[in-house]
């Protein structure tokens, strides 16, 4: 649940994966590149993995 609070704003996680944690990981790895356009970014999918990647396959995923 995202709800506003005082200090900003308030995020209860529950589940066996704490999401909200992951999504602040990504946002920070997203502006730590410079805040690429969805344009640079590419999927790899195969039967065993799924792979998001900035640049080319080889760059950061």
Known sequence: ?????DNGW???QGGPR???DA????????EEYG?????AFGVTASRDAQ???LG????PQ
């Open 23 to 30: 999504v602040e990981t990504a946002v920070a790895i997203w």
């Open 56 to 59: 080319n396959p080889n760059g």
């Open 18 to 20: 704490r999401l909200w």
């Open 1 to 5: 649940m995202l709800a506003p609070a």
């Open 35 to 39: 805040s690429p356009s969805t344009a």
């Open 51 to 53: 792979l998001i990647w």
């Open 10 to 12: 308030q995020v209860r």
